[in-house]
C-alpha cells in the first residue's frame, strides 16, 4: 500500500513539474536579440524601471512596452552580447552589450523570479565607450 502511495505522489510530482513555465535569462537575452518588443514583452514585470540615456522612470509593463519599442524603433538592434550573469539576494541580473546600427549600449538586466516566472523589473541601457 506504501508503495502505491509513492508511486501516487512521484506520479502527481512528475505532472506538476512538467505543466511550470520556466524561463532563464538566456530566454531574456534571446528576446533581447531579436529585438522584438512582443517577445520581451512576456518577461516584463507588471512595473519596471527603465533607464535610457535621456531619461529614467518606472512604468507600468504597458508604458514599458511602448518606451522600449520606441527605443528599439530608433536604435535597430543587431545583437545582444551576454557579459556577465549572477544572483545577488535573489535577484538575478544580466550585463551585457546591446550592438545597435546606431552604436553599442552597455544593458543590465535585474530580473526577481516570481512563482515560477523570472520577471524582468529593471532594464538599463547605457552608451558602451
Given amino acids: 500500500m506504501k508503495s502505491i502511495l509513492g508511486l501516487a505522489v512521484m506520479t502527481m510530482a512528475l505532472v506538476l513539474v512538467s505543466f511550470r513555465t520556466d524561463y532563464s535569462i538566456e530566454d531574456i537575452a534571446t528576446a533581447m536579440r531579436s529585438g ?7 518577461y516584463l514585470d507588471t512595473r519596471v524601471d527603465i533607464a535610457l540615456p535621456e531619461k529614467s522612470d518606472t512604468y507600468s509593463k504597458s508604458q514599458a512596452e511602448m518606451i522600449i ?7 535597430v538592434v543587431r545583437n545582444f552580447l551576454v557579459k556577465h550573469k549572477g544572483e545577488n539576494s535573489g535577484l538575478e541580473f544580466c550585463i ?5 546600427r546606431n552604436g553599442d ?3 543590465t538586466l535585474f530580473i526577481k523570479q516570481k512563482g ?4 524582468l523589473q529593471d532594464l538599463r541601457f547605457q552608451p558602451a565607450e
Fill in 36 to 42: 522584438n518588443i512582443n517577445q520581451l514583452s512576456r
Fill in 69 to 75: 519599442r520606441d527605443f528599439f524603433k530608433t536604435n
Fill in 96 to 100: 551585457g552589450v546591446l550592438q545597435t
Fill in 105 to 107: 549600449y552597455r544593458t
Fill in 116 to 119: 515560477d516566472r523570472l520577471l
